[in-house]
C-alpha cells in the first residue's frame, strides 16, 4: 500500500499545506503591448557589437517586458544579447543555449519566465481590435471565447 505521504501541517513552514499558493493571475503585472517608450540605455563599452546585436539591443530595449527592467538589467540583457547572438551565428555551444534559455526566464522573455516573474501580456480582440487585460482563471470561459 502506498503511503499518502506526510500530513499538511499549516503551523509548519515547509508543509504541503502552503504548496500552491502562488501568486494569482489577477494579481499578475500586466505588460502593455506598445512596449516601453523610454529610450535604450547605451551597450556596455569594451566590446566591438555588430549591426545585428545593436538592433537587437534596441529591440530588447522597447518590448513590454523592458517597462519593469530597470538600468541594473543592462549587463544581463547585453550577456543575452552575445549569447543568442552566438547561438544565430553558430558559433554556440550547448552550456552557451542553455544559458541563452536561462536568462530568457530571468528577463521574462519566454512563457515560462513570465509567468515565473507573475508578468502576464495584454491581449486585443482581434474582431474588434480592443486590447483587454486576458483572465484565463476560467478554461470554459476561453473555450468558448476562441470557439465563437
Given amino acids: 500500500m502506498v503511503s499518502p ?10 508543509s504541503r499545506a502552503h504548496r500552491g499558493n502562488r501568486a494569482s493571475a489577477a494579481s499578475a503585472v500586466v505588460l502593455p503591448l506598445s512596449g516601453c517608450d523610454l529610450p535604450a540605455p547605451d551597450l556596455p563599452s569594451g566590446v566591438a557589437w555588430s549591426e545585428h546585436e ?7 530595449w522597447e518590448s513590454p517586458q523592458a517597462t519593469q527592467w530597470s538600468d541594473a538589467f543592462v549587463p544581463l540583457v547585453a550577456t543575452y544579447v552575445r ?11 550547448a552550456g ?8 530568457s526566464e530571468a528577463l ?17 480582440d482581434a474582431d474588434m481590435g480592443e486590447v483587454y487585460e ?15
Fill in 54 to 60: 545593436r538592433a537587437m539591443w534596441a529591440e530588447l
Fill in 96 to 103: 552557451l543555449t542553455q544559458e541563452a534559455r536561462h536568462i
Fill in 5 to 14: 505521504g506526510p500530513r499538511q501541517d499549516a503551523s509548519k513552514r515547509y
Fill in 108 to 124: 521574462g522573455l519566454s512563457p515560462a519566465g513570465l509567468r515565473t516573474l507573475g508578468w502576464t501580456l495584454e491581449t486585443v
Fill in 134 to 148: 486576458a483572465d484565463v482563471s476560467d478554461i470554459s470561459e476561453r473555450y468558448a471565447r476562441l470557439t465563437a
Fill in 83 to 93: 549569447v543568442v547572438y552566438s547561438n544565430l551565428t553558430g558559433r554556440a555551444t
